[in-house]
């Protein structure tokens, strides 16, 4: 079945530093890919629509600054979290739409902790 | 924008028993409304989905039911196993946002043997 990768899935970082996020479509392609965060007992929070070939679409009070977004291919889309603090601390999920089929698949998730 | 409520926020049922869990949603232009399974400290798995032109869905031991009218959809898990226990989330979505999902708040299910 189709496969949604996401690399790192764990990263530990020092406050200030930055960390990039990749999440790939193993067996198909994605014009289209989300990213959501997830902080404990919680609900998936949507942040932004990653377009190919295009500006990513944030939602509101999510930082566009902060968590950049490049999708620069049909099978991968980043995700930057630039100057972490422990505040951003999550873990991070995208999910990917599959080009031909319409379907919607999930990474398993990445988890950021910011020291 | 659309806005999704899901209740109960936590839910025990003993091995065997059904379990229901429900959700209503705010925007009457939504027409997809999947279910999600998280388990611990991974991504959330699709177990059944609905679109609006249905009113139930069943596969196995899992269904859901739509009434578009009070805007409310239900997972229904029938002959609950331990395998079961896990974080559950509903989710809406309209066809024309590509896949924008906007998530419920979850439900732990806890299966007791």
């Known amino acids: 079945g189709a496969v949604v990768s996401q690399h790192p899935s764990r990263v530990i970082c020092k406050s200030g530093t930055s960390v990039k996020i990749e999440c790939r479509s193993l067996?198909?392609?994605?014009?289209?890919m989300f990213w959501y965060r997830q902080f404990p007992k919680q609900s998936l929070m949507l942040m932004a629509t990653?377009?190919?070939?295009?500006?990513?679409?944030?939602e509101q009070g999510v930082e566009k600054d902060k968590f950049l977004i490049n999708h620069a291919s049909l099978t991968l889309s980043t995700l930057t979290v630039t100057s972490a603090h422990p505040e951003d601390s999550s873990f991070y999920i995208c999910?990917?739409?599959?080009?031909?089929?319409?379907?919607?698949?999930f990474g398993e998730g990445s988890r950021l902790t910011v020291l | 924008g659309e806005n999704v409520e899901q209740h109960p926020s936590t839910l025990s049922v003993q091995e065997g028993d059904s379990a229901v869990i429900k959700c209503t949603y705010s925007?009457?232009?939504?027409?997809?409304f999947p279910w999600y399974k998280q388990e611990l400290g991974k991504g959330p798995q699709l177990i059944i989905d609905?679109?609006?032109?249905?009113g139930e869905k069943k596969d196995q031991r899992i269904a859901v039911t739509l009434n578009k009218t009070a805007k409310h959809f239900s997972l229904h898990i029938t002959e609950t196993q331990p395998e079961d226990s896990a974080v559950y989330f509903c989710a809406a979505s309209r066809g024309n946002q590509g896949g924008k999902l906007i998530f419920g708040q979850g439900t732990e299910l806890s299966v007791k043997p």
């Open positions: 999910s990917a739409r599959d080009l031909e089929t319409g379907e919607l698949f």
């Open positions: 609905i679109r609006s032109n249905v």
């Open positions: 925007d009457s232009a939504s027409n997809y």
């Open positions: 067996d198909f392609q994605a014009t289209t």
């Open positions: 990653s377009n190919e070939g295009s500006k990513a679409t944030y």
